[in-house]
């Protein structure tokens, strides 16, 4: 024990130094655009996700995806796909977007952009455009979301699932209504692909608008439909088709 207690009283007395004066908290500082360059960069600008299934909930956290298109007189519904830096990019139905003009776009924060087709597909009728946000101020910009799509969900869903449908036939998101899945895919000869083909009340202006499982996953985009019926587009099919464009 004497050998320990002379090893250290040998040793230098770290604890009875003198601070150093230019130590400080090691605090980080960051500006609004810095915080909303690195939601966009890890990707974590989606809807909320409700996962007890409250479908009241589920469609209050959707709701800022949805948007209002509107060319002229005429004026329909879409979807926040993507979110860039300075740029959102939308999914709608194709017969929205085919004349490739401008479109006044509302956002659900209140905010209106104006909206570019950038591709419509060959196959189905959907399409894309993109809205520049550059002139946004960033605290604007943090309160976007898109849409969250889930795997598991999509290749589960099947005949009586809950779902429900938001569209801005009234003003942004203003158009909900609750139904189920009649067939998660069925043929539609007037589309000409298949469709998710819902018992569920839409109105005109829904068009382009999201279809969504009881946790708030997108399931498809509101197409048409008649009395309490309607088809969605699929949401492997919107996938498959931004990937396409994306890549080429």
Not at 11 to 16: D, V
Not at 137 to 144: H, I, T, W
Not at 221 to 248: C, F, H, L, S
Request: net charge negative; proline share 4%.
């Amino acid at each position: 024990m004497l050998v320990l207690f002379l090893l250290f009283r040998g040793m230098p007395a770290h604890a009875e130094s003198a601070p150093n004066p230019d130590l400080g908290p090691l605090l980080q500082t960051t500006n609004d655009e810095d915080e909303y360059r690195g939601l966009v960069k890890l990707d974590l600008l989606y809807t909320e996700e409700e996962p007890d299934g409250n479908v009241s909930k589920a469609s209050q956290n959707v709701m800022p995806s949805v948007v209002q298109i509107k060319e002229g007189n005429y004026w329909g519904s879409g979807c926040i796909l993507e979110i860039g830096d300075d740029y959102v990019i939308l999914v709608s139905n194709k017969h929205l977007l085919v004349h490739r003009n401008y479109s006044a776009v509302y956002f659900y924060n209140g905010k209106v952009g104006l909206g570019k087709a950038l591709w419509l597909s060959p196959k189905a009728d959907l399409g894309f455009a993109k809205v520049d946000i550059s002139d946004w101020s960033y605290e604007d910009r943090r309160k976007l979301r898109k849409i969250r799509i889930n795997d598991r969900s999509v290749s589960s869903l099947k005949k009586g699932d809950r779902i429900f449908m938001i569209g801005s036939s009234d003003g942004v998101a203003c158009n909900v209504s609750h139904g189920t899945v009649a067939n998660p895919l069925y043929y539609v000869a007037e589309f000409g692909s298949d469709m998710v083909y819902n018992y569920c009340k839409a109105k005109p202006g829904m068009s382009g608008g999201g279809t969504f499982n009881e946790y708030g996953h997108y399931i498809g985009m509101i197409t048409g439909g008649a009395q309490d019926e309607t088809v969605a587009v699929p949401v492997r099919m919107i996938e498959e088709a931004w990937k396409d464009y994306d890549q080429n």
